[in-house]
């Protein structure tokens, strides 16, 4: 079994997109700081969740960044800065796990190597394409499916850092939806 290294850190519209886990192997991560000793033990499937999860939110921040550039309209560009650093934060994560994310911080926009997601960006951009309030009932999709996922996520981690990253996300994207649910109010 490989052992991760997990270092502190701080804490339509659509259809349903399945993702697959494999559940044989498990992960152990052990908190490198001596002080707040922590362990926990991720599957296959959570890290496997945690890599859709790093691309999920390169899709939110992709569509975002493709609505502002098309509309101008700053709530895509304010939130498609915060989709940038929730990635970021995920990346963090899977770096200190030794995980490769080369393939997601290398890939260019509106490139995804999960088929699913590669589906779902295509389609969610040519809808939002078609008006602003297309594009904003788009970016409250998103936002739901998002904390569904996060959701989801959190309950397979629980008690960890990750969850605790999950947690933060799920609080962004909480104020995301509100903010598309008041533009389109």
């Known amino acids: 079994m490989k052992q991760y290294k997990f270092s502190s850190m701080g804490k339509q519209k659509l259809k349903s997109f399945e993702h697959g ?40 921040g992709d569509i975002y960044e493709a609505f502002y550039d098309l509309y101008g309209v700053k709530i895509f560009d304010n939130i498609a800065q915060s989709e940038d650093k929730h990635f970021d934060a995920l990346i963090q994560v899977a770096d200190s796990l030794d995980i490769d994310t080369d393939r997601f911080v290398l890939a260019d926009a509106g490139e995804f190597t999960n088929p699913e997601l590669q589906e779902m960006y295509d389609t969610l951009l040519a809808e939002g394409s078609e008006s602003l309030t297309d594009a904003l009932e788009v970016g409250l999709a998103i936002e739901e499916k998002d904390m569904v996922d996060i959701a989801a996520a959190i309950e397979d981690v629980e008690g960890t850092q990750l969850a605790e990253v999950y947690d933060n996300l799920l609080t962004g994207s909480s104020y995301h939806l509100d903010a598309f649910a008041l533009m389109l109010a």
């Open 21 to 60: 886990h494999d559940s044989g192997t498990t992960v152990d991560a052990h908190a490198s700081d001596d002080s707040s000793h922590t362990s926990a033990t991720y599957s296959d499937a959570a890290v496997s969740e945690l890599l859709y999860m790093i691309e999920e939110e390169k899709l939110a």
